[in-house]
């Protein structure tokens, strides 16, 4: 087996090679626009070959990450993993995986972010559920707020795609405040790659702006047999958000409304007069991360609560073991190795899900991942690991 990086005159090869991995036929305009591939970078992907044929992919899209602290770095985004039914179960993703994390690394990455298609594979690449995604389904007739503050700002309907700059503009500034937010590349938006609302399918487009006219939220959905479901409901500020929901739930011939992607720990259900008019489900893994530079990556981020922490880090896919004394002070860290005695013991996978703070150490520690080698080590770390807000990502990649 050969595994080679790819170049534009690859990107048939490419796109077909990874739908046969999915089973699925691609669907191929000539000037790829509109389809959900189209964001990939050609000159980013890694063929594998066996005898000449193409066999496997994996590609990254050059993203932003927003670390806890308001921090954005760069993060390449793993997607387009997969090798033929024919040749799978033989080591080709982890050769994959291999080349692409040295490769990664030996291009300054620190970390690497990814969806996964199911949430038993990349644990032994060293990847670890960072945040999590799941959906409010609400019942109109039951959800009237508790309390009823007018709103001061507007809100105007479009329809995708004739909204694509002003959706754009509201999700630049969301995610840059947002701890574990993926950036939306422009050309991504020129493309209408990935999925709606940037893949520019019918959708109602609701945009919700201040009261001087700032735009600072928005909702798409659409309609279907009483469910108004919403792809997306971004905002910069909460009474954005609550006016926007306001918008949706005030919909006629509406039975219930389904948000999709509802934010972590997010109020509305608080303001409703009866709490149980929202039920949240399901709770799913969402974005995964990668630690490739692991002072690097703790340095990078925000922190709120001064203390130290001694960790001691396995990172059996790349055969490295190393600890490091963490020492947050004024919300900044040092972080440098040390052979003090360590407070917890931990896979690097572990690592990347408590890194964006949306997983506690302690969690991780009665799950019988994290060892915990004193009695306030793990209260000590959830107090340091914690973020401004929990972590979320509603960016499909
Ligand atoms: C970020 C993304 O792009 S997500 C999309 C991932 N792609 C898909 O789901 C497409 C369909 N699936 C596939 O193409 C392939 O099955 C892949 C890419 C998931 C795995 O490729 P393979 O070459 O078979 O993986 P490889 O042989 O390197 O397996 C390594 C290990 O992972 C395990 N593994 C691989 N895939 C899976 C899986 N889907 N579920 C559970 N374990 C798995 C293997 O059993 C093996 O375990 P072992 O080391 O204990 O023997």
Redesign the pocket.
């Known amino acids: 087996m050969e595994i080679r990086q790819t170049s534009a005159d690859d990107l048939a090869t490419f796109v077909e090679t990874?739908h046969a991995?999915?089973?699925r036929f691609p669907e191929a305009p000539a000037d790829a626009t509109g389809v959900w591939w189209a964001g990939i970078e050609a000159h980013r992907g890694l063929l594998a070959t066996q005898d000449g044929r193409p066999i496997?992919t994996?590609t990254s899209c050059s993203f932003e990450l927003t670390l806890p602290g308001g921090v954005v770095v760069p993060a390449p985004g793993?997607?387009?993993?997969?090798?033929?039914?024919t040749?799978?179960?033989?080591?080709?993703?982890?050769?994959?995986?291999r080349r692409q994390l040295a490769d990664l690394r030996d291009q300054g990455e620190f970390l690497a972010v990814?969806?996964?298609?199911?949430a038993?594979?990349?644990g032994?690449f060293g990847y670890g559920i960072a945040t999590y995604s799941h959906r409010l389904t609400v019942q109109r007739h039951q959800a009237a707020f508790r309390t009823n503050t007018a709103d001061t700002g507007s809100i105007e309907l479009l329809t995708r795609p004739g909204a694509t700059e002003v959706l754009e503009k509201i999700y630049d500034r969301y995610r840059r405040a947002q701890p574990g937010a993926v950036s939306r590349p422009h050309r991504w938006w020129e493309r209408g790659a990935g999925q709606p609302p940037i893949a520019p399918a019918d959708r109602y487009v609701a945009v919700h702006r201040s009261s001087d006219g700032l735009p600072d939220g928005y909702a798409t959905y659409a309609l279907d047999n009483g469910t108004l479901t919403v792809d997306e409901t971004i905002a910069t500020n909460d009474s954005a958000f609550t006016a926007l929901a306001r918008f949706v739930l005030s919909h006629d011939l509406v039975t219930q409304v389904v948000f999709k992607h509802f934010p972590p720990e997010h109020p509305l259900r608080w303001q409703f007069a009866d709490f149980n008019a929202g039920v949240l489900g399901p709770h799913m893994d969402w974005l995964?991360v990668r630690l490739l530079d692991i002072p690097r990556a703790l340095t990078a981020r925000g922190w709120f609560t001064d203390g130290e922490l001694v960790l001691d880090v396995d990172d059996p896919f790349l055969g490295e073991h190393n600890r490091y004394l963490l020492t947050i002070h004024n919300g900044h860290a040092e972080c440098v190795p040390t052979d003090r005695e360590p407070d917890l013991s931990l896979d690097v996978r572990d690592l990347g899900s408590i890194y964006l703070g949306g997983t506690t150490p302690s969690t991780l520690v009665r799950a019988g991942h994290i060892k915990a080698h004193n009695g306030n080590s793990a209260t000590r770390a959830d107090a340091i690991f914690r973020a401004e807000r929990p972590p979320h990502c509603l960016h499909w990649f």
């Open positions: 990874f991995a999915l089973g496997g994996a793993v997607t387009c993993v997969g090798v033929l039914p040749h799978r179960r033989q080591g080709v993703l982890t050769a994959m995986s990814l969806l996964a298609s199911e038993t594979i990349y032994r995964w």
